[in-house]
């Protein structure tokens, strides 16, 4: 076999730091090749660098052995190179057909003409398995049809190296296993995949080899075979990774947050079901609970409906035996609840505000930090700097530095180091490590862990099996608005659990824990 | 101590920033004069430069004068920037609280020493009256402030001259306008007569100054400041924060509205013979404070020299009728600075990375203390 596309010795260097290297990545004709790398490692300008998007200092790129000159995307796209962005760039309200032809539009006398086309993209979704019906429109389909879409639109441009950036985010565990099928299709009729990822167990399952990054180093390129998840992960960290939460029998106590009955109204024009229908849960002092689902059945209305920034058509909640359903965010959050929210730049973080303001932004009105109404500054940076010291967020300018600029682990880390250094009594964490890398979701599963063992109740809310499996002492599973299962995690297998979140299988009766 | 140091900086890239827009448009203003008239662009452009100087300190009183009501129309805006509103109502504002002003100051004669304490107040009220309407609008009704504010616009202008011709007591019918307010109602000159000799200046420019610090503390010390700019960052994460966006936006537009007011009473009972005119004309003050809030970034303390430098310019420009130029000029001539102005953010964004590439440490404080001998320099004249 020989290597369709090299990266050889690739530097590139932006001011201030180097992000690429002197990085070598070699791909084999018909290979899954895995990219594996924390964020910020130098994956994305890689690609950039292939992509002709950034001019590399040092080094060559070769495609079937001849050294090329790649300096737009046009040019990559002539060599057969083709990407799958993480997030999707289709059109909402055209059809499949027209979204794959889109930029190449076969045109006679100026009219469209679209039979050709057609014939091409349906031979093709039957070759690979696809099927996709081209006159769907995209808004009508679910997000894996759209990612299949982004493929055959790399397939009918004749694309021979294929790129999946992240391609499993978005998906459900089962369109995950049908994902990986099509990827090793696509191998057997003699395409290249590289495959980028930071989950290590997909690349065990569906790669033949894996090169990795480490702060803009190539750190090595092994064969999958040969080395096991622990070995990876270590490669990509720079030191040993503890895979699996370690963590201790939970002994739940007095139940915390009490929800009983919730029912919220969808806000969405002509919309009349209810997004939360009928929700009853209790999570205790000292245990941690995680709500599984398929992303959009009312978890997040289900959360805001708790935390207050969101709306209830009825029923009720309870915080230490207090109905709190109709106090204000303020008094929730001074009253025991820390809320680590879903969307970090959108309800987590003022942007622009520097870390220290944002590190008080559920605090800074209280007797500490100022005086009757005046920001105490020094005692605000005082406090800042503690919670950098605590919990390691790392930044440019310490304090001082605007989140904005500052990485998505260490945002998130902020976001932590706030709501948990408030000593809370229910944290309601949703998504906590969404698009974070081995090491941080290592340590923010670790302190949410330690809240719990120090009396805190959790409620997690996440869509990653791993993370259900792995972190909660208990699992409900949510579906269209409804809690339907209230499961142990020690005594179901994922499989079952996703048949659950799926909805096609529900918990008889009513579940009081 | 260390935090201190670094907000200093990002300011100084701003004030860069701004002064490569005010260069370019200076620039571009010569080029307009050469175009308009070649003989005379070089002394034309020296008068837009010194001209307000002409008359020494007497000069320089005026600029004073004129600053006054645009510093605060552009710390109006400024504010509402912000807190993420764009107050476009200034111009209504500014004519209701004049309205207000001269009402105090031609009925309420038996007030004796307080009287201009009190037809101020009443500026205040009635401006912060015509922000609260868009702010209670777009607060509950998620109306958008800036269509709003346009109409409060309109509504204020024709409410006072509606009111000014209908209400006796107040109108001049030979000119057509409001009456004189009476003398106790005038803004007392504070001293500064004395310094500048011969100006209309008056202490309506001390007034608007301490408006500007008090502003600049209330944004940046207080914790009301805390939250109306984190409203004005992020209206979602502020919720999130449990901070009350609802009253944060009617507030702000309040104080935003209060401003303006202000600013119409300082100018109506500045005793120059200004009075309210029955044209149907929104009053331009409000607009040029749009322009040096974008000049000053937003920042009450640049807001306040910014508002001088325009006072500057325009002051330089009446003189520009010397070498046969319009006074449109000059106009042209802001709005050029203005529309760089505009891109301050992108040229913040270019210094700074030229800064990154190149100057060391060393040069930044190099660049750093040319800056500040700039500010200076400006403070001066």
Not at chain 2, 229 to 238: E, I, L, M, P, W
Not at chain 2, 328 to 350: N, T, W
Request: proline share 2%; aromatic share 8%; charged share 20%.
């Amino acid at each position: 076999m020989r290597y369709i596309i090299e990266m050889l010795n690739i530097t590139k260097e932006f001011p201030g730091i180097i992000a690429n290297d002197n990085i070598t990545l070699q791909i084999m004709e018909g290979e899954i090749h895995a990219f594996l790398g924390e964020n910020g490692a130098g994956k994305s300008t890689l690609m950039s660098v292939l992509f002709g998007l950034y001019q590399p200092e040092k080094g060559m790129i070769k495609i079937k052995g001849e050294e090329v000159k790649i300096t737009s995307p046009l040019d990559a796209n002539k060599y057969g190179i083709g990407m799958v962005h993480q997030h999707f760039k289709l059109v909402h309200n055209f059809t499949v057909l027209q979204n794959i032809v889109l930029g190449m539009e076969t045109v006679k006398n100026g009219l469209l003409k679209m039979d050709e086309a057609r014939e091409k993209i349906v031979m093709l979704s039957e070759k690979y398995n696809l099927f996709v019906d081209p006159d769907a429109l995209i808004e009508d389909i679910t997000v894996g049809m759209q990612q299949r879409v982004e493929i055959l639109k790399m397939l009918y441009r004749d694309n021979e190296i294929l790129i999946f950036d992240e391609p499993t985010a978005v998906l459900t565990p089962q369109e995950i296993v049908e994902l990986m099928a099509i990827m090793k299709g696509l191998v057997k009729e003699g395409k290249s995949v590289l495959f980028i990822t930071h989950k290590l167990n997909e690349i065990k399952q569906v790669a033949d080899r894996c090169t990795v990054l480490r702060r803009g180093k190539y750190i090595g390129t092994v064969d999958v075979a040969d080395v096991d998840l622990e070995q990876m992960s270590e490669m990509m960290v720079g030191r040993k990774v503890n895979l699996v939460v370690e963590k201790g029998e939970a002994h739940p106590t007095d139940v915390v947050l009490d929800v009983k009955n919730l029912v919220v109204k969808s806000t969405r024009e002509g919309h009349t079901k209810n997004v939360v229908n009928d929700a009853s849960f209790q999570v205790r002092k000292g245990e941690i609970v995680c709500i599984a689902g398929i992303d959009g059945n009312g978890q997040t209305e289900l959360i805001h409906a708790i935390t207050g920034l969101g709306g209830i058509k009825s029923g009720c909640v309870m915080i230490n035996g207090e109905d709190v359903t109709k106090k204000s965010v303020r008094y929730k959050n001074t009253h025991g609840l820390s809320h680590i929210p879903e969307d970090r730049h959108k309800y987590g973080l003022v942007l622009d505000y520097n870390l220290a303001y944002n590190l008080v932004l559920q605090q800074y009105f209280e007797k500490n930090f100022q005086n009757h109404g005046f920001m105490k500054n020094d005692k605000i940076y005082e406090y800042a700097e503690q919670l950098i010291e605590k919990y390691d967020i790392r930044s440019g300018q310490g304090a001082n530095s605007r989140t904005r600029d500052m990485s998505g682990g260490n945002q998130q880390k902020a976001i932590v180091a706030r709501e948990l250094n408030k000593a809370p009594d229910i944290i309601l964490a949703v998504q906590p490590v969404r698009g974070l890398d081995v090491g941080a979701i290592e340590y923010i599963h670790k302190e949410l862990v330690k809240q719990r063992d120090d009396g805190a109740a959790i409620l997690v809310v996440s869509l990653e099996l791993d993370e259900v499996m792995n972190l909660s002492d208990r699992i409900l599973v949510i579906f269209e608005g409804e809690i339907v299962a209230n499961l142990d995690p020690k005594k179901i297998t994922v499989q079952e659990l996703g048949l659950y979140m799926a909805g096609s299988k529900r918990e008889g009766g009513k579940h009081e824990s | 101590m260390n935090h201190k140091k670094k907000t200093r900086r990002s300011s100084n890239m701003g004030l860069a920033s701004s002064t490569f827009a005010i260069a370019i448009g200076l620039l571009f203003g010569f080029i307009i004069l050469l175009l308009s008239n070649p003989t005379q662009a070089l002394p034309g452009f020296a008068a837009i430069l010194t001209g307000a100087m002409t008359h020494g300190i007497k000069g320089i009183g005026q600029v004073f004068y004129y600053a006054t009501p645009i510093i605060l129309t552009g710390l109006s805006v400024g504010f509402a920037f912000k807190t993420g509103l764009f107050n476009i109502g200034s111009s209504g504002q500014f004519i209701v609280g004049a309205f207000g002003a001269v009402y105090v100051g031609i009925m309420w004669t038996s007030l004796g020493g307080i009287h201009w304490i009190v037809a101020l107040l009443a500026a205040i009220i009635l401006g912060a009256l015509w922000g609260f309407v868009p702010g209670l609008l777009k607060a509950v009704f998620n109306v958008n402030e800036v269509i709003s504010a346009i109409m409060m616009n309109y509504i204020g202008m024709y409410v006072v001259n509606y009111t000014t011709k209908a209400y006796a007591p107040l109108f001049n019918n030979l000119r057509n306008e409001s009456n004189n307010v009476a003398v106790a109602a005038q803004i007392p000159k504070m001293g500064l007569d004395k310094i500048f000799v011969g100006s209309s200046l008056n202490g309506g420019i001390i007034i608007a100054i301490v408006v500007v610090i008090l502003m600049h503390f209330v944004l940046n010390k207080t914790t009301f400041g805390y939250e109306l700019k984190a409203v004005g960052y992020n209206r979602d994460a502020s919720k999130y924060a449990g901070i009350n966006e609802k009253k944060g936006i009617i507030l702000s537009m309040v104080i935003s509205g209060a401003i303006s007011g202000l600013a119409g009473g300082l100018l109506y009972l500045a005793g120059t013979g200004k009075h309210i005119e029955i044209v149907d004309v929104l009053a331009s003050e409000g607009f040029t404070g749009i322009s040096v809030a974008l000049l000053g970034l937003s920042n009450p303390l640049t807001i306040l020299a910014a508002g001088i430098f325009i006072a500057y310019l325009m002051a330089g420009g009446f003189y520009l009728q010397l070498f046969e130029f319009s006074t449109e000029i000059i106009d042209i001539i802001v709005a050029v600075i203005i529309y760089f102005s505009a891109f301050a953010l992108m040229v913040k964004l270019l210094i700074i990375r030229m800064n990154t590439h190149k100057l060391d440490k060393q040069e930044l404080k190099e660049e750093k203390a040319k800056n500040k001998k700039d500010i200076h320099r400006k403070g001066e004249i």
